[in-house]
Structure formats: structure tokens, C-alpha cells
């Protein structure tokens, strides 16, 4: 075992063929390198969402684009779109109100 963040591959929960893929993020993944250079990584063998999807849509030339954001110790959904398009359309969501995250904590102590 180990951390997450040295495990490749990335559960995908959900897809809209061509236009958005939801993945299941580990709770200590980064989605992305700052400054997308390697000089950015924890270590050389740190595995991000960034890393998977480029990987997984290599074939494609899909750029990246996350349509929001979930810190490296935060686990749950992370959406992410396949174009331009659709990344703007899931803005205009999030902005709308009409899609939102919702956060749940499991607490142990006090």
C-alpha cells in the first residue's frame, strides 16, 4: 500500500461521451502540478488527476479542463470536460446554482 498519490489509474464514476468524465479523486492526489513541470512534485513518482487523464485520453489530444477544483486532501467527485463547450456549460451551472458540491466530513474526536 502506500499513499494514493503513488497509484495510477483513476475510478471513473461517470461519463458524458465526449463532453465530461467524473472521476473518483483519492484524498491525497493533486488534480494538477503547479507551473505543469515536473520540478512542482512532491516526488518523482507522484501520480495527479492530470497525469491520469492525459494518459487515459492520450489518443484524443484532449486538453485538460477541470471544470472545479478539490484540494490534494480532499477525496470525492472531480468533473472534468472533454471541450471547450461543455467546460463552459458546467461553468455556467456552477455559477446558476444549478449544480453544486456538496461536502461531508466524518469526524472522529472532539
Given amino acids: 500500500l502506500g499513499p494514493e498519490c503513488f497509484h495510477t489509474g483513476m475510478p471513473v464514476v461517470w461519463h458524458v461521451p465526449d463532453q465530461l468524465v467524473a472521476v473518483n ?3 491525497d492526489v493533486r488534480i494538477d502540478i503547479p507551473g505543469a513541470t515536473d520540478l512542482g512534485r512532491k516526488f518523482p513518482e507522484e501520480y495527479t488527476v492530470a497525469d491520469w487523464f492525459k494518459e487515459e485520453y492520450e489518443s ?3 486538453k485538460v479542463r477541470f471544470c472545479h477544483q478539490l484540494d490534494h486532501a480532499t ?3 472531480l468533473l472534468l470536460a472533454l471541450t471547450k463547450r461543455a467546460n463552459a456549460e458546467v461553468t455556467k451551472l456552477f455559477q446558476s ?4 458540491k456538496i ?3 466524518i469526524v472522529l474526536g472532539w
Avoid: E, F
Fill in 25 to 27: 479523486k483519492p484524498w
Fill in 60 to 62: 484524443r489530444a484532449v
Fill in 75 to 77: 477525496s470525492g467527485v
Fill in 97 to 100: 446554482h444549478r449544480l453544486r
Fill in 103 to 105: 461536502y461531508l466530513a
